[in-house]
Every structure is written in structure tokens, then in C-alpha cells.
């Protein structure tokens, strides 16, 4: 797992490493842990869920934006909508 990242404030931790080896687990049992509100604070991308997929970072990328969209932010919604448009040109 990679150090925690501070960006404007916020922190970013980004667990990556092999299958199975427990990282959802971890993002959906301790992470909410650590915010007062997980529903807006905590971002899970499954990876495994766009394996299949011909264009892995538009995956993720939906993933966000639904995300985003869930949780009525505008900054995820805007730059995953960005992303998405540079994409697919």
C-alpha cells in the first residue's frame, strides 16, 4: 500500500497490489472508519469489475463520475466528465 498523499487537504490512499489479497476489504471496513462522513468522503474504484473491459481507464473513469454523481460533486463529476471527453477523441 502506498502512503497516504495529501491533495489541497485531503488525503489519498491508494491500495494496489495482487488479488485477493484483501484490499476492498480494507477500502470498506477501515476507511469509513477514518472520515465522518463515508458516504461523501471515502471513493472505492473496483478494478476488477472493468478487467473485461476494452477501455479500463473510461471504466474507472464512469465509475467515478457515478460516484460523483451520487454524491452531488460537482469536481468529480466536471473533471471524470473532462477525462471522459479527452478520451474519445
Known amino acids: 500500500m502506498t502512503?497516504?498523499?495529501q491533495r489541497g487537504g485531503e488525503r489519498v490512499?491508494?491500495?494496489?497490489?495482487?488479488?485477493g489479497l484483501g484490499k476492498n476489504t480494507?477500502?470498506?471496513?477501515?476507511?469509513?472508519?477514518?472520515?465522518?462522513d463515508p458516504d461523501k468522503d471515502?471513493?472505492?474504484l473496483r478494478c476488477r469489475e472493468v478487467e473485461g473491459e476494452?477501455?479500463?481507464a473510461a471504466a474507472l473513469l464512469h465509475q467515478?463520475?457515478?460516484i460523483g454523481e451520487r454524491i452531488r460533486?460537482?469536481?468529480?463529476v466536471s473533471v471524470?466528465?473532462?477525462?471522459?471527453?479527452?478520451?474519445?477523441?
Open 3 to 5: 502512503p497516504p498523499r
Open 13 to 19: 490512499l491508494v491500495p494496489q497490489g495482487l488479488g
Open 26 to 36: 480494507l477500502a470498506q471496513q477501515v476507511l469509513p472508519w477514518l472520515t465522518e
Open 42 to 44: 471515502v471513493c472505492t
Open 54 to 56: 476494452v477501455n479500463r
Open 64 to 66: 467515478a463520475k457515478a
Open 73 to 76: 460533486d460537482p469536481r468529480i
Open 80 to 89: 471524470t466528465t473532462a477525462a471522459l471527453e479527452r478520451l474519445e477523441t
